[in-house]
Structures are given as C-alpha cells and as structure tokens.
C-alpha cells in the first residue's frame, strides 16, 4: 500500500507522483532537514515543538496527514518555488541524495499543473 498525490483535476493524464508511506516519511524528513529542523521533534510526528516555531513555506506539505485532503492551488503555489530553490542547490551526488531530487522534481511537476488548472492537490 503507498500514497499518491495527484492534482483533483479529473484529468486521468495529469501527472502524479507516489510512495510507500515509508518513503514519503524519509522525503519529509529530509526535506525537513534542508529546512533546518528535525521532523520527529514536531508536533504530530513524536514531538512536542509546535510548527508555529518553524519558518518554512513546506509545512503545510511537512505537516499534512498522510493518506487524506488536499491542498489549496495556493499552498501548491507557495510551496512550489521552494522545492524548486532546493532542486537547484548543491547536494552531494549519493543514491539518497538523488533519490529525494528526482522525488522532489516530479512532486513539482504534480504542483505546476495544480498551480496552472487552479485546482487542489489531492492525498490519495
């Protein structure tokens, strides 16, 4: 069983990208990382830090339920530039490290088509 998210634009050829639940949780990690926090730390993840503390237009993807909603054209827009600032930052050249790009480079082609049709995108 996996995640998938996709844009709720009833269009079967839109792009969509998926996980295991196990490898969205390592790319969030991660990503939480490049942000400059620790994930397990927050709330909902095991944590007691409040997301309210942490300055990052990720959260609400970071901190998103897992298999359920959606977000608003809005959210896809602000989030993303900024997996799209990360693409373009130097990162060691290790199977993990190109791993999350290629993650990150097809969530951000889910996002662009969210942003372009105005619609949500879809947790699935």
Do not use: N
């Amino acid at each position: 069983m996996g995640l998938m998210l996709f844009p709720g634009d009833d269009d079967v050829t839109s792009p969509d990208v998926s996980w295991s639940y196990t490898g969205f949780s390592m790319l969030r990690t991660w990503l939480a990382q490049v942000e400059g926090f620790v994930l397990p730390d927050m709330v909902g993840f095991g944590g007691d830090r409040q997301w309210s503390s942490v300055s990052t237009t990720l959260a609400p993807l970071l901190h998103h339920p897992d298999d359920e909603g959606d977000l608003t054209p809005a959210q896809c827009a602000a989030i993303q530039p900024r997996l799209e600032a990360i693409l373009g930052q130097p990162q060691p050249d290790d199977p993990v490290h190109r791993r999350r790009l290629e993650d990150i480079s097809e969530l951000v082609s889910v996002l662009r088509v969210c942003v372009d049709k105005d619609v949500q995108l879809i947790f699935g």
